[in-house]
């Protein structure tokens, strides 16, 4: 077992044996002739073990995912070690699968991309000396690919987009908008200054013991909050968006978390349960928070679409915003950017949700994306590391706070 230091490095070394064995799995056809660069992406950065085969042409070739939401639901929440231990379980079998149904063999393929920053790091661990051990055996160039770059870029495997764009990555270990002008040219125009906003649905979810209802029990929290929220009335509650008067890009989600945690205590008292029980209100709690999370959401992306036009960022006519990360799957908060899109006469493009959520094919097309425009590709892998925090891009936020545009009020009518 190799330790490096606990912020960067590489924890988890399966043995040459191991993935020797694994190979041999594998029919080698090596006079075959692959016309197209062909990618296996690996992605391990939080609670996903996740592979696919992409090719340069967008095509999907295999792919295969193992999710440990079940085992975190049950246990409230992401225990780091826990999650490295099911990523050592399972990534052997899911690369196997993903390169399986593919129908390409290893030696086909073009390089492998594996996801090293930023997430958990016993989890990115796993992931990265995985994949160093499987490029050494197929002498195949190796490229590390940021999570956050991944999700910004999977828009265009599924739509013909150009750069530049406007992103909005939302998800339950990240919340940013950023101004992407190449595949890896990003301005970051703000971020969460405390928890993003899928962990503080989560949160909620589980405060509101979402696991215990018959309907939402497989559900992670955003998506059970999303499903219970049809049957509420947002109105109930007067909840207010975060940061009305902070004329930047910035997000926060913990004070709004707070203030709904006393809500639901407050609500358990009066309706007599005791935590843990199923609250009348939940439903109408569910679709409050949703609403407010939106609406914070879509005011935080106006100003970023004002500012990039003030700067000539972004075209005046035209531009394109995509919405990408597990949060962006929620259909009330792309109809809340829709109001938004209306407004300012942009385009809101999302991948499907199934893409939205971390997945194996981001990472392939990442590393097509990255091959395609020959950066970040590595013929030597000495002193790779895993980066469980780094920023995307050249981070403009000061800019954008200075600028301090004012938007105009919308009529969130959803
Ligand atoms: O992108 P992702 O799979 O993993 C991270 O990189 O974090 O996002 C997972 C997050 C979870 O917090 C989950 O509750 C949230 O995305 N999520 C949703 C929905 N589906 C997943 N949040 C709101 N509405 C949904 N439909
Ligand atoms: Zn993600």
Request: aromatic share 4%; with cysteine; net charge neutral.
């Amino acid at each position: 077992m190799l330790i490096l230091n606990k912020t960067a490095g590489v924890f988890f070394k399966p043995s040459k044996r191991k993935i020797c064995e694994f190979l041999r799995n594998f029919n080698y056809h090596p006079g075959k002739l692959f016309l197209h660069k062909v990618v296996l992406g690996i992605e391990t950065s939080c609670d996903d073990t996740a592979a696919a085969v992409v090719d340069e042409t967008g095509d999907v070739l295999g792919e295969a995912i193992h999710s440990q939401t079940q085992v975190h639901l049950k246990t409230g929440g992401i225990i780091p070690p826990v999650a490295q231990q099911l990523h050592r379980e399972h990534i052997a079998r899911i690369v196997q699968e993903a390169l399986s149904a593919s129908q390409v063999s290893p030696s086909e393929l073009s390089a492998v991309a594996t996801t090293v920053k930023p997430g958990l790091a016993l989890s990115l661990g796993v992931g990265l000396s995985f994949s160093l051990q499987l490029v050494a055996q197929l002498r195949k160039p190796f490229i590390p690919i940021h999570h956050m770059e991944a999700h910004a870029l999977t828009v265009r495997l599924t739509s013909a987009v150009d750069f530049p764009f406007l992103a909005l990555l939302i998800s339950g270990g990240h919340c940013l908008l950023a101004l992407a002008r190449g595949v890896s040219d990003f301005l970051l125009l703000g971020q969460s200054l405390d928890i993003a906003p899928g962990d503080m649905l989560d949160k909620v979810a589980r405060r509101l013991s979402l696991m215990n209802h018959p309907e939402c029990s497989a559900m992670s929290g955003g998506e059970a909050l999303e499903h219970l929220a049809k049957q509420g009335n947002k109105l109930s509650f007067d909840l207010k968006p975060p940061m009305q008067r902070a004329k930047n890009c910035d997000f926060s989600f913990s004070g709004l978390q707070h203030v709904v945690d006393k809500l639901v205590m407050q609500k358990e008292k009066e309706e007599g349960r005791e935590q843990g029980q199923l609250l009348s209100a939940a439903a109408d709690i569910a679709a409050a928070v949703q609403h407010t999370v939106a609406c914070h959401l879509a005011r935080r992306t106006h100003r970023a679409i004002l500012f990039c036009r003030q700067r000539d960022l972004l075209p005046q006519k035209d531009a394109v915003v995509v919405a990408s990360g597990g949060v962006a799957s929620n259909l009330y908060i792309r109809k809340a950017l829709g109001v938004v899109m209306n407004a300012t006469e942009c385009t809101l493009l999302c991948p499907p949700p199934s893409l939205c959520t971390d997945n194996g094919i981001m990472i392939a097309w990442n590393g097509i994306e990255r091959l395609r425009a020959g950066l970040g590709v590595l013929h030597e892998t000495e002193g790779i590391r895993y980066e469980p925090k780094c920023p995307l891009g050249v981070d403009i936020s000061r800019d954008v706070a200075e600028a301090a545009i004012k938007i105009p009020r919308l009529k969130m009518e959803i």
